[in-house]
């Protein structure tokens, strides 16, 4: 690896302390960095993001790094995060442990591991990508929404809920987690279905093949009322759907590649998240 990609967030790292630090250790090893520019928002802007480099630094959190494994989608370029948030599950090379982190990255010393995404395409077209989850949800005032849900062009149920979370392995501990919905080993390929406060008294999550098609449908709204839904990607990027609106969810061709470094395992840091550590 010679050419790294610097992401940081700024409200973890202020003043840019780590992130010098970092850029100080990859060069005085002979590589090159390239900052990431951002908008007035703090987001990325994609444009700016060089055609060509080895890997992706990403200092912050979970969140940061789930924000530019959209952005590197079908580059297959590997991307380490440096941790500043509370104990996560993708960013795991912790401020304390940078030195040794990126001797073992910069010798070789480390895996690579594939995780499944998704994309959702509205009207025809891809509009984006995910690697925790897609939420269609309502949108507006606080109602049940009716979602038909087919796989395969079959359909599978109807519900009547506060939305609909299809979730990958990654996002299995995220919002399908606090929705109730299963913990699955962050390398499988599978997809997750946890209905929002489902209207019923089955509402349990269905987990299907990876290689499935899924359909979600708006349904029609009580008393003639038009029905509208909001579908969102990790959490960002919202669009809205309205009454007789689809959305069709399939594995994304690409997996994002998340470097490995610590001999720390999903399951102990299950437990430590489960511990409250």
């Known amino acids: 690896m010679e050419r790294f990609f610097i992401v940081t967030n700024d409200g973890k790292d202020q003043g840019q302390k780590i992130t010098e630090r970092i850029i100080h250790i990859l060069e005085s090893s002979g590589k090159t960095c390239i900052r990431c520019r951002k908008d ?9 993001i060089p ?3 080895d890997c992706a630094v990403v200092i912050g ?3 940061t790094l789930i924000e530019v494994a959209r952005a590197l989608h079908g580059r297959d370029i590997p991307i380490l995060g440096i941790n500043m948030g509370t104990l996560g599950y993708l960013a795991e090379v912790e401020v304390n442990h940078i030195d040794e982190a990126l001797k073992r990255l910069l010798s070789g010393e480390y895996a690579i591991e594939d ?19 897609i939420v269609v949800a309502r949108n507006g005032d606080l109602r049940l929404i009716h979602f038909k849900l087919y796989v395969n062009g079959e359909l599978l149920n109807s519900y ?3 939305g ?12 399908n987690l606090s929705a109730g919905g299963p913990i699955v080993e962050p390398t499988a390929a599978m997809i997750v279905i946890t209905p929002i406060c489902s209207h019923a008294l089955n509402t ?8 499935d098609e899924l359909i979600i449908e708006i349904g029609k709204g009580k008393h003639g009322r038009l029905e509208e839904a909001c579908i969102a990607f990790d959490g960002a990027d919202t669009l809205t759907m309205t009454e007789g609106d689809t959305v069709t969810i399939r594995r994304a061709a690409s997996a994002a590649k ?11 840091t299950l437990r430590r998240k489960m511990k409250g550590n």
Do not use: W
């Open 40 to 48: 007035e928002d703090k987001k990325i802007i994609r444009s700016s």
């Open 164 to 175: 609909m979370i299809i979730s990958t392995p990654t996002g299995s501990t995220a919002y």
């Open 61 to 63: 959190g979970d969140g």
């Open 204 to 211: 349990s999550s269905i987990v299907l093949s990876a290689e």
């Open 258 to 268: 998340i470097v490995k470094l610590s001999r720390v395992s999903f399951l102990e």
């Open 115 to 133: 995780r499944m995404m998704l994309e959702g395409s509205l009207g025809g077209a891809v509009r984006d990508v995910a690697l925790n989850d």
């Open 51 to 53: 055609q060509e480099f």
């Open 160 to 162: 009547e809920a506060d």
